[in-house]
């Protein structure tokens, strides 16, 4: 069992930077990979971007290419994302999720496919 717990939401404008945090109670490093999703009011929940277990693989979401950075602090068993650039579609709470992965390198997008998930952050960025 492992227990996500994100923070670093909050209200930003646009153009403006945030980091998110997901802390997690145990060893992630080379066990699970990591993913980061987002869920608009009245929307479904979206893939924004992953980490493999190795940490040497990354996946991003079109939307956020180039304007968010995932990154791991192995030693602290945290996951970060760095975001950069906020437009207010970026709106949402974000949530943290991991994935008991098998293969090194290899990520998922797929929600369903995580097996522990945060309780969520909310980051509103204003025009």
């Known amino acids: 069992q492992v227990q996500l717990v994100e923070s670093g939401g909050g209200l930003v404008q646009a153009g403006g930077s945030l980091r998110l945090s997901c802390a997690a109670s145990a060893r992630t490093s080379g066990i699970y990979s990591m993913g980061w999703f987002r869920q608009a009011p009245g929307k479904e929940r979206n893939f924004v971007g992953a980490i493999s277990r190795s940490g040497g693989n990354t996946l991003y979401a079109n939307s956020v290419k180039g304007r968010f950075t995932i990154s791991a602090d192995n030693a602290a068993n945290t996951v970060y994302l760095q975001m950069n650039s906020l437009k207010p579609e970026d709106t949402a709470v974000y949530y943290c999720?991991?994935?008991?992965?098998?293969?090194?390198?290899?990520?998922?997008?797929?929600?369903?496919?995580?097996?522990?998930w945060g309780q969520g952050t909310q980051v509103t960025v204003s025009s």
């Open positions: 999720a991991a994935k008991y992965q098998v293969a090194r390198d290899t990520i998922s997008f797929v929600g369903t496919e995580y097996d522990y």
